[in-house]
T-cell receptor, first 115, second 115 residues
Framework: AQSVTQPDIHITVSEGASLELRCNYSYGATPYLFWYVQSPGQGLQLLLKYFSGDTLVQGIKGFEAEFKRSQSSFNLRKPSVHWSDAAEYFCAVGAQAGTASKLTFGTGTRLQVTL | ETGVTQTPRHLVMGMTNKKSLKCEQHLGHNAMYWYKQSAKKPLELMFVYSLEERVENNSVPSRFSPECPNSSHLFLHLHTLQPEDSALYLC??????????????FGPGTRLLVL
């Protein structure tokens, strides 16, 4: 069965500093990987996704993620964090459910941004 | 974003009550999902519907009863809940064509408190 591990429960960075959120996955086949962000009281918004091809994926809001098969990782990065990036970030791996999908999520990383 | 809407946004119910959560998607999708988000636990997939047919049921207690009358609407009927069922219930939808590659779009959630 697939699984996702986000080792960091909580991270604090200063505004303008760089950010890297870690994600490790376990999946038997080619993984389809996603990063979602959740602001307080809101649902989840897709930041980016990896299906195949280029291992460096660009997303919205200046985020990017790099797929490393050898390390079973899909870490999220941003060169310069803004205060509005404070939120909870979830990594997920997709599996098939008929013609639909089912996502397995990590426990999330809460990002705090200090001014 | 108004692609996926959920009502009510907040719900307080006693353990003997019966209530329903409603989800509506305006994206023309064919698959819909219910997730449960509890504090300090990963998002848990509860049910998957594809073309109004349930394709996944993740060992959810029978006090949760889903209903998908058409591809745009999804309900979660609740009865005789327990306090540990208090959580944020998230609805999502996807195209329902590409299996594990599907991107899921989430609603804002219903915050449920069971007293």
């Amino acid at each position: 069965a697939q699984s996702v591990t986000q080792p960091d429960i909580h991270i604090t960075v200063s505004e303008g500093a760089s950010l890297e959120l870690r994600c490790n996955y376990s999946y038997g086949a080619t993984p389809y990987l996603f990063w979602y962000v959740q602001s307080p009281g809101q649902g989840l918004q897709l930041l980016l996704k990896y299906f195949s091809g280029d291992t460096l994926v660009q997303g919205i809001k200046g985020f990017e993620a790099e797929f490393k098969r050898s390390q079973s990782s899909f870490n999220l990065r941003k060169p310069s964090v803004h205060w509005s990036d404070a939120a909870e970030y979830f990594c997920a791996v997709g599996a098939q459910a008929g013609t639909a999908s089912k996502l397995t999520f990590g426990t999330g990383t809460r990002l705090q941004v200090t001014l | 974003e108004t692609g996926v809407t959920q009502t009510p946004r907040h719900l307080v119910m006693g353990m003997t009550n019966k209530k329903s959560l409603k989800c509506e998607q305006h994206l023309g999708h064919n698959a819909m999902y219910w997730y449960k988000q509890s504090a300090k636990k990963p998002l848990e997939l509860m049910f998957v519907y594809s073309l109004e047919e349930r394709v996944e049921n993740n060992s959810v207690p029978s006090r949760f009863s889903p209903e998908c009358p058409n591809s745009s609407h999804l309900f979660l009927h609740l009865h005789t809940l327990q306090p540990e069922d208090s959580a944020l219930y998230l609805c999502a939808s996807s195209q329902g064509l590409a299996g594990d590659q599907e991107t899921q779009y989430f609603g804002p959630g219903t915050r449920l408190l069971v007293l």
